[in-house]
């Protein structure tokens, strides 16, 4: 039985330390050093490349949302993908005789996925014509005048009341 030391892990914590002191030091040294000349530019807030306008409170379309899930969707995939194919191999020797039903496996789990994309594809979400952003304006519009008239009627119910 293997008794715990502290000299076993003092590397792994020496590496600890040392990339810690980098890093601060790192950041420690760009203050001090660094030059600052804050223009309204700079200290403007920064959004994907674009400039803010409007309010923090804007509706986003749905396809915002729509592209985000799907990209994460795609992420997962490869998430489940790599260990796949490393594992792959050792399946796949005689031992344990499994290459054909691991790579099935894998081919159906990448055909659902697949046809996941083509959907997608058939449903629009990756059309950014004029006519999509149109039509993502007037839901907005119209997700904003029903937001507007709910508010109304509820500050007209509680003055009411």
Known sequence: MHSFALMDYLPILLMFVVAGVFAGGNILLSQFVGQRKPTRTKLMPYECGKDPVGSARERFSVKFYLIA????????EVIFLVPWAVVFRRLSTPEYGLSNVVFFEMIVFIALLAAGLIYVIKKGAFDWSQTARSEA???????DSKVSNSKFQVSSSSKAA
């Open 137 to 143: 304006q007037a839901e907005a519009r119209l997700l």
């Open 69 to 76: 899930m799907i990209f994460i969707l795609f992420d997962i």
